[in-house]
């Protein structure tokens, strides 16, 4: 008797020890589990131009929530220096700014040095830096006067021939626009979806869309307005559907193509990385009242530039993504930009976007853009809270228009 109760008390205490231990661990992963995910995660951030370019919703090519993370530092509000009586300040891992290419699992470093070795390009970039350090607000004064956000005109050679006349918009992007107070700019992460933030973005004054992202049957999470429409010139020159697609009829497009570093519009023009002219023009056949515009092949460069001027290492020497382009766009036409899930939220995903069931494949296979160095930049300007970023994957940049210099 003695024995059978001795043995079970102690069967009680190992079971009892047993759920403790496992509630333990369960806490202990549950807290590093975000951390974790975007460690694992990296291996994401490659994806080789063609399939990215093919992907039509991915405006934000090597998405967000899946892209490189560098080690999250907790942050220092954990620190043995706050009091014991003092209620803990949440805190929220986030992007760090400081994220390097030694943060890359070696895969990736390979494929990036890949890159620079092939420079496809042509890009020869002279300095200043790479990593100098400006103040948040010399940097936003850097970019505002050397990025120059402007779109080819009628009277750019050799849009100022017979072949071309009549088909670019007449008025300036910048009369057609705004001027907007807060714009939001709506990257095409898969960890949007069940965001729920949909209201909060049709709560802007304009809003940012990239090439094939669909509002409809996604309106919850991403909302319905979409004043802009950036699209890279592949989804313009291969995709069938963007002639037939009511999804484009909406706002003000703009397509972008990369030119060689620093090509001007005539070299361009003879050398386009996807020769979308033709598509362009049945489009503006089509639509001849929907403003749109083709991106100066020069600001990605000029942006690049910057990039890679404040960078402490060589970055990609390919042309920043879509989703930087948009930040910087919409920093020129409005007050104060909102960007939404370019700085990863806490809901990771291994879906590359809302809007398709697509794993990871076109997501794991290529580095081209300087993504990470792109987020870094987004991440020093960002004037909201890291509370923000977490819940909401939300950045808060200031625009062009009302800063001092
Ligand atoms: C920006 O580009 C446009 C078009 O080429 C040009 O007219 C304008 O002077 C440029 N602005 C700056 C600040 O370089
Ligand atoms: C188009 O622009 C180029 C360069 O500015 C100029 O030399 C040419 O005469 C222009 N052509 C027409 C038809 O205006």
């Known amino acids: 008797m003695i024995h059978t109760s001795l043995k079970k008390k102690f069967s009680y205490c190992v079971l009892a020890f047993c759920l403790f231990a496992v509630i333990c661990v369960w806490k202990e992963r549950k807290k590093g589990s975000y951390y974790a995910s975007l460690k694992v995660q990296t291996k994401e951030f490659q994806e080789p131009k063609?399939?990215?370019?093919?992907?039509?919703g991915s405006g934000f090519r090597a998405v967000p929530s899946s892209s490189t993370q560098a080690p999250h530092r907790r942050s220092q509000t954990l620190s043995p220096r706050v009091p014991r009586k003092a209620k803990p300040q949440p805190t929220f891992q986030v992007w760090n700014k400081d994220s390097s290419s030694k943060n890359l699992v070696p895969r990736l470093q390979k494929i990036?040095?890949?890159?620079?070795?092939?420079?496809?390009?042509?890009?020869?970039?002279?300095?200043?830096?790479?990593?100098?350090?400006?103040?948040?607000?010399?940097?936003?004064?850097?970019?505002?006067?050397?990025?120059?956000?402007?779109?080819?005109?009628?009277?750019?050679?050799?849009?100022?021939?017979?072949?071309?006349?009549?088909?670019?918009?007449?008025?300036?992007i910048r009369?057609?626009?705004?001027?907007?107070?807060?714009?939001?700019?709506?990257?095409?992460?898969?960890?949007?979806?069940?965001s729920q933030l949909g209201q909060e973005i049709d709560n802007h004054d304009a809003v940012l869309r990239f090439n094939g992202a669909p509002t409809a049957n996604f309106q919850q999470d991403v909302g319905t307005k979409t004043t802009i429409r950036l699209m890279n010139s592949q989804l313009v020159t291969t995709e069938g559907r963007f002639l037939r697609d009511s999804l484009y009829n909406e706002g003000i497009l703009i397509v972008w193509d990369p030119s060689m570093y620093?090509?001007?519009?005539?070299?361009?023009?003879?050398?386009?990385?996807?020769?979308?002219?033709?598509?362009?023009?049945?489009?503006?056949?089509?639509?001849?009242?929907?403003?749109?515009?083709?991106?100066?092949?020069?600001?990605?460069?000029?942006?690049?530039?910057?990039?890679?001027?404040?960078?402490?290492?060589e970055i990609q020497p390919n042309p920043p993504s879509s989703g930087m382009l948009g930040i910087?766009?919409?920093?020129?036409?409005?007050?104060?930009?909102?960007?939404?899930?370019?700085?990863?939220?806490?809901?990771?995903?291994?879906?590359?976007?809302?809007?398709?069931?697509?794993?990871?494949?076109?997501?794991?296979?290529?580095?081209?853009?300087?993504?990470?160095?792109?987020?870094?930049?987004?991440?020093?300007?960002?004037?909201?809270?890291?509370?923000?970023?977490?819940?909401?994957?939300?950045a808060t940049l200031s625009g062009f228009r009302n800063i001092h210099c």
């Not at 063609?50 to 039509?56: A, D, F, Q, V």
């Not at 807060?182 to 095409?188: D, G, H």
Request: with cysteine; glycine share 4%.
């Open 262 to 313: 620093h090509a001007d519009i005539p070299k361009w023009y003879r050398n386009p990385d996807y020769s979308f002219f033709n598509n362009y023009k049945s489009y503006r056949k089509l639509h001849p009242d929907q403003p749109f515009y083709i991106l100066r092949p020069q600001m990605p460069w000029e942006l690049w530039d910057v990039l890679q001027e404040i960078s402490p290492e």
């Open 175 to 194: 009369t057609k626009t705004g001027p907007w107070h807060r714009c939001a700019v709506v990257s095409s992460a898969g960890s949007l979806k069940s």
């Open 50 to 56: 063609s399939l990215e370019k093919l992907t039509t």
């Open 328 to 394: 910087i766009i919409m920093m020129t036409l409005c007050d104060q930009v909102d960007v939404y899930e370019f700085l990863p939220s806490k809901r990771k995903t291994d879906v590359c976007y809302y809007h398709q069931k697509f794993f990871d494949i076109a997501c794991t296979m290529g580095a081209y853009h300087p993504l990470l160095f792109e987020k870094n930049m987004v991440k020093y300007l960002n004037e909201g809270t890291d509370e923000d970023i977490y819940l909401m994957g939300k």
């Open 112 to 172: 990036w040095k890949n890159y620079l070795r092939m420079n496809k390009y042509k890009v020869s970039y002279k300095g200043p830096g790479p990593g100098v350090k400006f103040s948040a607000d010399a940097l936003r004064c850097h970019l505002r006067d050397r990025v120059n956000v402007s779109m080819v005109e009628a009277t750019d050679f050799p849009f100022n021939t017979s072949e071309w006349e009549g088909y670019l918009p007449r008025e300036n």
